[in-house]
């Protein structure tokens, strides 16, 4: 029942019928799983097998990290029979069944016994083992040309990540520079004049920003006080805000008036090409003798002002355009006379941005207010109390951008702020 499997294998298709009548009264047909395994990679049996119907496997190294598949036999496969012939009569790789299959176990006393009838039929096994051994031997020729060729990537995606490893601290230490250059250029103390509490905070949105603050002092009852604010962040915004800075501390050194002061640097902001960045600027002079704050605002928010029940003032104001941008551009130009007791507070929009996406967002004037009757605090108290409300109660930072606040506070009526 087996003659017409046998007569497709090259090796037995010149069998003469006694030969294989013997294989049929030698051997029995055996069924076998997916999954099971009918020989295993160096042990050794008396017995070998033809593959009747299904597949095979031939697989190395079996159930180890190395295990890696050889290849199917089909139907007509001889399975085992070359261990006959190697060292210790071992097999040189396991045999597991992917499919549903039958196989002849035949005795390997029946293969001797053929072979000493017909010595021709070894000429023809050693044909068929050094054509296992080619194929076995180009599969692990092919398998090393590919595991150098993962090797070689691995190795390049290294050399890539390195250097961008490379790059990326490059880049961090440069942006640690920017932003220890960053802190420098802001006031190291704040300036003093009697009767007058100054407070002052800057906390940039990333690394380094584009908001800054400076006190300029103009002469012994005047000092200029800016805020700028660069409509971006990061490295561009970080240098547009240095070259900012400059001008308007050069300008407020030159000119007697906030606006004057805010042209010249709206003029030296539009010779160079801004990336199209601009940036919103609040100059003031505060006189400690008149007891006002003269002051210019380019696209800024207005001050609050609240006198010296904690209340707030009105604050007039008109369009004021941000430099940068426009040749003939429009200020805001106001004049606030500070009452005896009263707080004055100027900002970047980090601050009124960052309250206004609050789920019940508070009135920047009335926080302020409540601030004051509630801590008794000072000025840079006030900056402070404002910075832990827009971080939110977790202490993690809500805002999105630079958080910049200048508070200014006058004694009242019995020489401390009430």
């Known amino acids: 029942m087996y003659s017409d499997v046998i007569r497709e294998i090259p090796l037995f298709k010149n069998l003469p019928d006694d030969d294989l009548g013997s294989l049929a009264a030698a051997s029995y047909e055996c069924i076998f799983q997916p999954g099971e395994v009918l020989l295993r990679e160096g042990f050794r049996n008396d017995y070998f097998f033809i593959l009747l119907d299904g597949d095979v496997e ?30 210790g009569g071992t097999h040189t790789a396991s045999v597991r069944a992917y499919t549903s299959c039958s196989l002849l176990r035949v005795p390997f006393s029946w293969l001797d016994a053929v072979l000493s009838r017909n010595p021709e039929m070894a000429y023809d096994l050693m044909r068929l083992y050094c054509s296992r051994l080619d194929h076995s031997e180009n599969l692990t020729i092919k398998d090393l040309r590919e595991k150098n060729r993962e090797l070689t990537q691995a190795y390049n995606d290294l050399k890539i990540a390195q250097a961008a490893m490379i790059e990326k601290e490059k880049l961090e230490q440069e942006m640690r520079l920017a932003s220890q250059i960053q802190r420098n250029i802001l006031p190291k103390t704040l300036p003093y004049f009697p009767g007058l509490d100054i407070g002052a905070l800057m906390i940039p949105a990333k690394q380094v920003g584009g908001d800054f603050y400076d006190f300029i002092i103009l002469d012994d009852h005047r ?40 042209k010249a640097v709206n003029r030296h902001l539009l010779q160079i090409d801004c990336s199209d960045m601009f940036v919103t600027l609040i100059y003031g002079i505060f006189d400690n003798k008149s007891m006002t704050f003269d002051y210019a605002r380019a696209g800024h928010p207005k001050p609050v002002l609240l006198d010296d029940d904690h209340q707030p003032l009105p604050v007039p104001y008109n369009l004021g355009q941000a430099v940068g941008i426009f040749e003939g551009f429009t200020l805001d130009h106001e004049t606030l006379p500070i009452p005896e007791g009263g707080t004055l507070m100027i900002y970047s929009d980090g601050l009124s941005e960052t309250l206004e996406d609050q789920e019940n967002p508070p009135d920047l004037p009335q926080l ?33 951008d630079d958080f910049t606040v200048v508070v200014l506070r006058l004694e009242g009526r019995f020489g401390k702020n009430s």
Do not use: H
């Not at 990061?234 to 050194?253: F, H, I, Q």
């Not at 302020?368 to 832990?388: D, H, V």
């Open 58 to 87: 031939i697989i190395k190294s079996l159930g180890t990290s190395d295990e890696r598949r050889l290849g199917i036999s089909t139907r007509g496969a001889l399975l085992g029979e070359i261990s006959r012939f190697s060292q």
């Open 223 to 262: 000092v200029g006080i800016v805020i700028g604010d660069v409509c971006d962040k990061g490295m561009p915004a970080a240098l547009l805000m240095a070259l900012t800075y400059s001008s308007v501390r050069m300008e407020a050194l030159r000119k007697n008036s906030p606006s004057e002061t805010l």
């Open 368 to 400: 302020c207010a409540s601030i004051l009757r509630s801590e008794s605090t000072s000025a840079q108290g006030l900056c402070e109390e404002l910075w832990k409300t827009a971080a939110g109660s977790s202490g993690e930072s809500l805002i999105k």
